[in-house]
Nanobody, 125 residues
Framework: VQLQAFGGGLVQTGGSLRLSCAAS????????IGWFRQSPGKEREGVSC????????YYTESVKGRFTISRDDAKNTVYLQMNSLKPEDTAVYYC???????????????????WGQGTLVTVSS
């Protein structure tokens, strides 16, 4: 089982990036997917999640209205569209998979079974 997060990079304040989380070895339509991020010296925090049934999405307060999570199960990929980026969004972003077939998803690490390796997002001021 492998999750690969990619799409990070260097962007100026106000710019946009789209992160992708591609899976191999599992079928993502059986999983809720979460995006987490970790800055140096800080705890890894939940950013957004989407349920396996597409019904439910959650966002941490600081990214609401700027980030959008979506999934394309045909491509076995989940996306995080990040707009209006701020320097405080700078972090390594990770995707994770939680095996469940319901309308739930969580922004807590403990629920997730599989993790990707992370992709670095740097927002310059």
């Amino acid at each position: 089982v492998q999750l690969q997060a990619f799409g990070g990079g260097l962007v100026q304040t106000g710019g946009s990036l789209r992160l992708s989380c591609a899976a191999s070895g599992i079928t993502l339509d059986r999983y809720a997917i979460g995006w987490f991020r970790q800055s140096p010296g800080k705890e890894r925090e939940g950013v957004s999640c989407i349920s396996s049934t597409y019904d439910t999405t959650y966002y941490t307060e600081s990214v609401k209205g700027r980030f959008t999570i979506s999934r394309d199960d045909a491509k076995n990929t989940v996306y995080l569209q990040m707009n209006s980026l701020k320097p405080e969004d700078t972090a390594v972003y990770y995707c994770a998979a939680d095996f469940r077939r319901d309308r739930l998803c969580y922004l807590r690490r403990v629920f997730y079974n599989y993790w990707g390796q992370g992709t670095l997002v740097t927002v310059s001021s």
